[in-house]
Structures are given as structure tokens and as C-alpha cells.
């Protein structure tokens, strides 16, 4: 215990320090993003929407421990509801804010529906089966020509606003997608503390001794599954908004396996580890255009080199919201 | 008011692990199960908690049918267990450990906690602080917040009894809890589960250290390929001849293990001891 004891005497000083240079970071990527060009702003969305994603789907691989990689699914879900509820595809035009309601809710049912038949697998097998779910929704997206367009997709979405203020240029959408971020990382985060959140580490641990314990393990799992595709969702609808066109060419496989990666690089079951794997390998491929093909080698090194340095992510588990708040306002 | 076990039987094929057994066990007891390896005892519990399924008969607490029930539901009927083989959340901490078993009683109200953060503190803290009383009982209170796969096996032993007993059940099934433990964790094991037996539980113990069994036990049932052979107090189990003969096996010459027993019986006195 005494050991213990230092160490935790001597660790604030330096939690203090990453903490503030962690809020600063953000506050002046924050602040500089007005004056950024449109195409840099452009790139920051799509970092915020891949950070919206891999917070969702880290409830279920990161937080109850299994394996989907079929994840896309729920994005394309979100995506095409705003695709089919805003453009003259099918004549509907209702207003953004609605149709991410109907999104999410859309989503949580998708989100149930994949994971009652899968709830009896762990593993590879879970992994395969949502693969598989993945592509399914892509194909049938593929082939409802009279419902989705097809391949071609839906073009001439309407433009997005809520309550009367048009959202419309990157720099909107910037803020949008941090808000929702902001939002969405509190409310998982906050879940992720709850009874719920320990019954999901449970499960992760240990699923028949956490039946044992009494934990209903079904509803349990269909909660971590409906909550993360009505975040996947919510992402899809505002991704659709902001390009004002959907196609199924966006919700590939590769698509999925990009977000697992971005978990697992940064670190499982970290929301923090999210934001640095999806800067990792969002940003990066970006920042590396210049250099065509080479980048994907790049990247591949750095990932080797990464997964051999850092074997449980670049982010500690430990360095969570909770510490954050504490390195920045003492106690 | 007790824990019924009426003609149980578990059959996996051809074998059968478990044949017709009926027995009942009293609260304010400790109840010893012994027998050789394979004689059934394991099957036992894991039957009463639910982690295997019952063939034929039936398993009745207070009444209510278990049998029937799934496994979580039957921990939420007040039966709580530990395993032969540790089984505790490893990448969680002791306290975690603890703390999630509040989930049945509690996750009615987890959107609250989600929403509003005095309650979720106040929640957080409450059972916190329930839990640490029970990791005081077992003196791991200085190991609150260490990963419970990175303590000590002796810890992970006493942990576990103490994830077992935050929903202060009506039944607490310990399957071997002194396997791998030495000598002075066993005597405070042996403190601890004597310092637990209470008017209203049913303390069902699986045990090979039979110095353990005779002590703790207040009645003890012997298992002999999947039959209950005898039941009794430990004077009377050691008494029996039938309990030495089956702890030195069925081999078909009977005369000759009649012999071994009386040699045995005359070297050790009375206990019989095996550990797998």
C-alpha cells in the first residue's frame, strides 16, 4: 500500500500537464477552425463524424467486448433516412432535426434486430455474422433501384437546417458535428460509469458469471447493440446532410474495418483513444496526400510499429474524461 | 423454508452424473458436500445455480421452483455461488467486482444516472461505500481499486466470496473454496465462512480438505457416483463404514478394501483425505 501511496502523490503534477496541454490542443484546433480553408474544415468533419462512429461502435467492442464488424450498417441507415426523408426522391422533404429522430430510432431497431439473432455468439463467429449483416444491408441498398436509386444513389438532398438557421457550409457543419460529438462522448461516457456500463464490462470479463451475478445478459447486450447503431445512425443522417448526396459505395466493408481500427489503435474502450485513432488514421492519410501510393506503406509501418510500441492502443484505459476533468481542475 | 432437492437426476448420454437424489437443506447451516472426484458434487451445484440444466426432478427454494428458471433469473431468486475455477472479472477492479452485482436491483434507473449527475454521484457513491464494508470483512479493503485478475490467488479466492454475498442471498454455494489456498489462508477462510453462517442462510460448501469440512460443517452429505450415500453430522459421517469404503473406491474385491480401510482407520484415525 505504500507503494501505492507515492505513486499516487506523485502522479497529479504530471496528469496536470497532459491534461492542460490535451484541453489546449483542442480548444485552439477549436478556436483556429473559422479561419481554416473549407477544405480543411471539410477534413476536420469528416474526422468529427469517424470520432461520432468509433464512439459508437466501441460500446460494443470496446465496452461489452464483442467483435461487429459490420458496423456500416447502421450508418447507412442513418445516411439513407436523411437520403429518402429530405430529396425529391421520394417527394418528402421534413426538417433535419425530425428526421434524426426517425434516424436514431430507425437505427436502435436495426441495431436490436441484428442483435437478437446473434446474441448466442462470441468471437469470430459474431464478427463473421456481422460482417455478413454489413454487406447485406449494402447489397439491398444496391438493388432497391425504386427505393434508394442504386448504385447511382440519391442525389440533391436538401440542404440541412435547424430551427430556421441554414446549415450549409463546412464551417456549419463543424459545429454541429462537434456538438453532437460533445454530446454523444458525455452521454456514453456517463453510460459507460452507470450500473449498465459495469454490467457491459461484466459481460466483456466473464459472460456466464456475469448471469451468475444475475445479470440479465440478453437485454444487457441489446442495449449495448441499439445504442450503438442509433449513434452510427446519427452519424449516417448527418454525413448525408453534409455531402447532399448518398450512394452505397460509402458504406463498405473497408468502411467498418476502418472504424475497428481506429479503436483498437487508439485504444479500446477509450473515448479519448478514439479521438487519437481517428486523428491517426483519418488525419494522416490527409496530411500524406502529397505522397500517392507511398502513404499507404506509411501507414502500414505505422501501424506495425504501433502495435508492437503500444499493444493496448496509444491512449492508457486509465486516461479517461475522469482524469481529464481532474488533471484540469485539481482535486 | 429451505432448499429442496426432490429425486434430481443429471444424465449427459449414457452417463448418468447424478442419480435420484433427494435431500433438503436447512438455513442457519453450513452444509458440507463430499465424495471422490466424480462422485457428483460439482453437478450438484451447478445445477442449483443454473449453469447446467436438470435432466429429471426438481430443485425447489422456500417453494419457488428453480429448476425451470434461467440462470440469471435464479441468481436474482437469492442464489449465489463461486466456482471450482475462479471466475472474477479480471480486467476490473475488487470494488467493480462488487459493485456490478447491484446491476439487477439498479438498471431500471441506469438513464437517470446517465442524465443526472448528482444521482449517478450519489448512486456511485453509495454502493461504493456498501461494497467496501463487505471487502473489509475480508480484509481487502487495501486492494479496492486493483485489478482483481492482478491480485493474489488467496485474494481472488476471498474476492469472490465476497462478489457471491453482495446480494446477500438465501443461498450461498461455495465450490471448493479452500482449493489452492495454504494452510493460514485456509484457517481464515475457516474464520470467514464461520463468522457468514446466519439464521436465514443456506451455506452449501464443496470440499476435498476434509479438516476444513469437519470443522465448518454443521451437516455434511456424502456423494458416491452421483447416489447420496450418507448424510449426517462430521462425528457421524467419520463414523461410517460405507463413507471410507467409498473414499477408497468400488474396485470389485471387497474383502480387500474392507482391509485397507481398517489399516487406513487404524493409521489416520478417522479422516480421509484427498485433493485433487
Not at chain 1, 11 to 39: D, E, G, K, M
Not at chain 2, 86 to 92: G, K, T
Request: a positive charge; one cysteine or more.
Amino acid at each position: 500500500m505504500a507503494a501505492a501511496d507515492t505513486l499516487a502523490a506523485a502522479r497529479p503534477p504530471a496528469n496536470r500537464t497532459i491534461s492542460w496541454l490535451v484541453f489546449a490542443i483542442a480548444i485552439a484546433l477549436i478556436v483556429a477552425t473559422p479561419f481554416l480553408p473549407n477544405y480543411h474544415v471539410r477534413v476536420l468533419n469528416s474526422l468529427l463524424i469517424y470520432i461520432l462512429l468509433g464512439i459508437g461502435l466501441n460500446i460494443v467492442i470496446g465496452y461489452t467486448g464483442l467483435l461487429d464488424l459490420g458496423f456500416v450498417a447502421f450508418y447507412a441507415v442513418g445516411a439513407y433516412s436523411y437520403g429518402l426523408l429530405a430529396s425529391p426522391q421520394l417527394g418528402l422533404h421534413m426538417p433535419f432535426l425530425l428526421i434524426l429522430l426517425v434516424a436514431a430510432c430507425l437505427g436502435a431497431v436495426t441495431g436490436i434486430l441484428l442483435g437478437i439473432p446473434v446474441l448466442r455468439l462470441r468471437g469470430d463467429y459474431l464478427a463473421i455474422v456481422t460482417l455478413g449483416f454489413g454487406e447485406i444491408i449494402r447489397i439491398i441498398i444496391n438493388n432497391l433501384d425504386w427505393l434508394t436509386g442504386g448504385p447511382q444513389g440519391i442525389a440533391r438532398l436538401d440542404k440541412a437546417s435547424i430551427l430556421g438557421i441554414q446549415i450549409a457550409r463546412p464551417i456549419d457543419f463543424f459545429w454541429l458535428l462537434l456538438i453532437t460529438v460533445l454530446i454523444v462522448g458525455t452521454v456514453v461516457w456517463r453510460l459507460e460509469r452507470s450500473i449498465l456500463g459495469k454490467a457491459w464490462a461484466a459481460i466483456r470479463e466473464d459472460q456466464d458469471a456475469a448471469r451468475g451475478i444475475g445479470i440479465n445478459t440478453t437485454n444487457a447486450k441489446l442495449a449495448a447493440f441499439a445504442t450503438s447503431a442509433t449513434i452510427g445512425s446519427i452519424a449516417g443522417a448527418i454525413f448525408a446532410a453534409s455531402q447532399r448526396f448518398v450512394s452505397p459505395e460509402s458504406f463498405t466493408l473497408q468502411e467498418s474495418v476502418l472504424i475497428v481500427l481506429m479503436i483498437v489503435v487508439g485504444g479500446i474502450g477509450n473515448i479519448f483513444g478514439i479521438v487519437a485513432g481517428a486523428a491517426i488514421l483519418i488525419l494522416l492519410p490527409e496530411l500524406l496526400r502529397e505522397f500517392a501510393e507511398w502513404r499507404i506503406l506509411f501507414l502500414g509501418l505505422l501501424m506495425i510499429s504501433l502495435i508492437i510500441a503500444r499493444p493496448a492502443g496509444i491512449v492508457p484505459r486509465s486516461f479517461g474524461p475522469e482524469k481529464l476533468i481532474r488533471g484540469l481542475f485539481g482535486k | 423454508m429451505t432448499l429442496v432437492f426432490q429425486s434430481l437426476r443429471k444424465v449427459y448420454g449414457e452417463v448418468v452424473a447424478i442419480d435420484g437424489v433427494s435431500t433438503d437443506f436447512a438455513p442457519g447451516m453450513i452444509h458440507g458436500v463430499i465424495g471422490p472426484n466424480g462422485a457428483g458434487k460439482s453437478t450438484l451445484i451447478n445445477m442449483t445455480a443454473g449453469s447446467y440444466t436438470v435432466s429429471s426432478g426438481s430443485i425447489t427454494l422456500d417453494g419457488k421452483r428453480l429448476d425451470k428458471l434461467k440462470k440469471y433469473q435464479i441468481a436474482n431468486s437469492g442464489i449465489a455461488r463461486t466456482y471450482q475455477n475462479i471466475r472474477l472479472f479480471d480486467q476490473m477492479s475488487a470494488i467493480e467486482n462488487l459493485e456490478v452485482c447491484f446491476y439487477p436491483a439498479e438498471v431500471a434507473a441506469a438513464w437517470r444516472e446517465v442524465i443526472w449527475p448528482p444521482y449517478a454521484n450519489a448512486q456511485r457513491r453509495r454502493r461504493r461505500e456498501k461494497c467496501m464494508e463487505i471487502l473489509r470483512f475480508f480484509d481487502l479493503q487495501g486492494y479496492a481499486d486493483v485489478d482483481a485478475g492482478g491480485l493474489p490467488y488467496g485474494r481472488q479466492r476471498m474476492l469472490e466470496i465476497a462478489r457471491a454475498l453482495v446480494a446477500n442471498p438465501r443461498v450461498l454455494l461455495l465450490d471448493e473454496p479452500a482449493a489452492g489456498l495454504n494452510h493460514h489462508e485456509t484457517a481464515e477462510l475457516t474464520a470467514k465462512l464461520t463468522a457468514l453462517r446466519s439464521p436465514d442462510r443456506i451455506m452449501i460448501v464443496v470440499e476435498h480438505d476434509m479438516d476444513l469440512v469437519m470443522t465448518l460443517c454443521d451437516s455434511i452429505i456424502v456423494m458416491h457416483h452421483g447416489k447420496l450415500l450418507f448424510r449426517g453430522t462430521p462425528s457421524e459421517v467419520q463414523a461410517s463404514t460405507d463413507v471410507q469404503l467409498a473414499y477408497l473406491g468400488t474396485a470389485n474385491d471387497i474383502d480387500d478394501i474392507r482391509a485397507a480401510a481398517q489399516d487406513r482407520r487404524a493409521q489416520l484415525g478417522i479422516r480421509a483425505r484427498r485433493r485433487s
